[in-house]
């Protein structure tokens, strides 16, 4: 086992995990006498095989104990990474379908993927968004304050730019950027708004839409939910 290579591959918890021979090692601190990382076995409790490796990660310079269980089957470890890369892809690329990410990531790699492991490595990618995203609202003033904390919020910026507005104490959000804003300003020579009470977010009454026309183009430029059907502040974000 010494001069064995080292495969780095991320746990469950987002650890790293040396994988040698089919058996997976987790770190847990330094050699006295070189320095050398100390890696134990992290299938098995009752294992005490050990290794060592160089802070380069890359080879096995020493062993200690051996396995009392049998390695990890190729299948179950490929597994582990498509699911591991995917979850982190998920997390990075918020908006991006879970199809497509396994789809990306099945394409640069060799791995012996199942149908069914794919059910479990989408099932993996939706636990981990459901972390970082806020649970559903249950009340127009929850969809408010969230919407309110998510505006400056970087996952929630189009080409960097802000496009939820919330204001506080208004009952209604703006989704438009201030390059839209300019643009319609700036550039239009016809302005078409209109609203629909049928299809609008929940706790929502209104979704109210500005087009802009430039050229023969028309395209939305703002649109605006709004949480009752005549208010004071009606159009006060035009
Ligand atoms: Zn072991």
């Known amino acids: 086992m010494i001069g064995s290579r080292i495969e780095l591959i991320t746990s469950e918890r987002g650890k790293e995990l040396a994988l ?84 990306t990531e099945l394409l640069k790699t060799q791995l012996a993927i199942k149908c069914s492991d794919i059910t479990s490595v989408r099932k993996a990618m939706y636990d981990k968004r459901r972390k970082i995203m806020s649970s559903l ?28 507005h919330a204001p ?4 209604f959000v703006c989704i438009t950027t201030a390059n839209n804003i300019s643009f319609l300003i700036k550039n239009c020579t016809e302005l078409f708004g209109d609203g629909t009470f049928e299809y609008c977010p929940k706790y929502f009454m209104q979704l109210y839409t500005i087009h802009g026309l430039k050229r023969e183009y028309t395209g939305a430029i703002l649109t605006r939910c709004e949480n009752a059907r005549v208010s004071p502040e009606y159009h006060a974000s035009f």
């Not at 506080?168 to 009952?171: F, K, M, R, S, T």
Request: aromatic share 6%; with cysteine.
């Open 20 to 103: 040698v021979n089919l058996y997976k090692h987790r770190f847990v601190g330094y050699r006295k006498k070189d320095g050398a990382l100390k890696w134990r076995c992290s299938t098995n409790k009752n294992c005490t095989a050990i290794i060592f490796s160089t802070p380069e990660k890359i080879l096995v310079c020493d062993v200690s104990g051996s396995h009392n269980h049998d390695a990890d089957p190729q299948s179950k470890l490929d597994r582990q990474v498509l699911r591991e890369n995917c979850k982190r892809k998920a997390e990075e690329s918020i908006s991006c379908r879970p199809v497509k990410i396994i789809r």
């Open 137 to 164: 609202p249950k009340s127009l003033n929850e969809a408010l304050e969230q919407l309110r904390n998510l505006q400056l919020d970087d996952s929630f910026m189009y080409k960097n730019q802000q496009f939820i």
């Open 168 to 171: 506080p104490n208004e009952q």
